[in-house]
Structure formats: structure tokens, C-alpha cells
């Protein structure tokens, strides 16, 4: 881990939080107190920040510097606020495409559909705050850095995200395996959300109950299914395929 990654300190890290740096991940010792620590959770409930509590061992093994209990580990972009974004995509006329990720944890698999969707005119990549990917140094080496120039939107869950989309007039499309629909009968036309589970677990039960339509993917060969960076590449170039033979913008 590159020094610039992370900073530590009580007061480095207050200051930090309240200049706006992005926070990817922030680590507090367990039995921290005191009139600095109170302050520091003050700002993490103002500014919606949350953190995971570890013993100092974890801290040590980060650094051994007087890191005071607390590290923050920063973050390579700054996330954008999907109701804001959303908002802005309608205001500006454009058709929105957004790809969710649900429970996503592999980096390289994480840049890889980051690649994808900036070459696809994805408006937006969707990521949860807690037990989901972040957008950290390696994951923008992996994405080439389409990381760097595509909006990615850290909401407090993927349920919650997807409610708002459908609620903002997105149809919500589940890709998984299991569904019997086949992914080129569906129409993407309108504003559209891909839903892409992890690999191990699919895409959760809650969300999956949340989405407007399933549709799998073919499979003939005797793997079960594809790697979740490829499902994704070709559920997004079926959506610009569609859009481009309507003759809609794609952008």
C-alpha cells in the first residue's frame, strides 16, 4: 500500500472528512474515546460515513505510526450522489444507463465492467458501502482508467438504489443465470439498470424480488455460467445494440 493511500491521526482524518475527501473505507480501534474521537464520530454521522470498528492489532498491521486508533483508507475518486446524478442525466436530455453491482467484491472483475461500461456510454456504475468493491488504486489500473472518468454512485445499499431507480422511471433488469428469459428478448429502448450479481452468490434475494425483469444469458457448453465481467460486457453491448438499431442515443 502506497503511503498516499491512507491517512491516520484523529485530527488529520477530522480535517479530512471535513474537506470533502472521498473516505473509502475508515478503520476505528474498538474502545476509542475522547472529546477528539466524539468529534470525529459527529462528522461520520453528518456526513453519512461508516466505519469499522477493529482491534489495534488490524491498525498495526497497517501502519506503526502513532495512528491514534483511527485510519482512513482514501479514496481513488470522488462517488457521485445517484439522485443528483439521475437527476442531471434528465435535465440534460440523455436516455440513462446504469449498471448495478450487487454484492461485486473481485477488484479485476470490478475494473474490467468499469472498461466495458465507459466504452458502452454507461452513465453511471452503481456500488453499496458496505460489502461491495471500492474504487481504490488497483481497481482503476484494472478498468484502464475508465475509473477515472466514469461516475460511480456509493449508495448505503443496493436495495435502497434500485427503489429509487425504479421509482425515477428506470425499468431494472436482473441478469442471472437462473432466469428463463432470454437477454435478447427484453427491451432496453428506455431508461435502463443492469443488475449484476457476484459470482459465488448471485444477485440478493431482496433485490432480485425488486427488480422489473430477470433474463439469463444462453449457456451450451459445461460451465454453468460466465464470469460476471463478461455477463456484463455482453448485457451492456446488447443494450447499445438495441439502441443503436432504434436509432436512439447511446451517449
Known sequence: MQPTDYIFGLRAVIEAIREGKAIDKLFIKKDL???LASELFGLMRENHIVAQRVPVERLNRITRRNHQGVIAMLSA??????GHLVTGLYDDGVLPFVVVLDGITDVRNFGAIARTAECCGVNALVIAERGSVSVGADAVKTSAGALLTLPVCRERSVAGAVR?????????VAVSEKADYNYTMGNYDGPVALVMGAEDTGISPEVMALCDTRVSIPM???IGSLNVSVAAGVMM??????RLNADLEVM
Open 33 to 35: 474515546q475522547g472529546d
Open 164 to 172: 429509487f431507480l425504479k421509482d425515477s422511471g428506470f425499468q431494472v
Open 237 to 242: 453491448y446488447e443494450v447499445v445494440r438495441q
Open 77 to 82: 475518486v470522488t462517488y457521485h450522489n445517484l
Open 220 to 222: 451450451f457448453g459445461h
